[in-house]
């Protein structure tokens, strides 16, 4: 008779424990947010100014689709705008390594990564590459404006490219641009 009651009282024990979480993590009990949302989430992220956020959730996003471009653009900006420069040039150069495999928006993405990296250039001294990057984002679309932040647009290009001008002895370069 104990043994029954032994028994019965395991398998209602373990019905219950089925029937309960075992943790208050709720990435473990609910589905996994898709690629999309997370992308959504981590740009909103980015123009807020919650570049941190943005990093963690791009982070996320890669994690789903690695070969995707917009991933490594928005965690190149992400990382920029948290002062992480390195981070942001190698996210920024796999964003043009893989801008091949988005044909709908490949260029742009080339475009947006590019003016990332004449800042970063720009930032880091290196003049004759801030000059080469913003010539090319100038040359390749003459309206261009990054679409999640648009003081990231034509203007600031040609800033970058008179100031590189301007601290590498080329004024005449500077001032024609002015």
Known sequence: MKTKILIAFILVALIMACSTEFSDD???VEPPESFDDLMIQGWSAFETQRYSVAVETFSAAAERKATLPEVYLGLGWSNIRDLN???GRIYLGSAISFAFLDVENGDQIILDAMSGLAGIAL???AYDQAIEYADAVILGDPGYEFSHDSGVNLDALKRI???AAY???DYADAFQDI
């Open 123 to 125: 930032a880091e001294g």
């Open 85 to 87: 420069l390195e981070n």
């Open 26 to 28: 709720n990435f473990l």
């Open 167 to 169: 601290y590498r002895g």
């Open 161 to 163: 490219r008179m100031t």
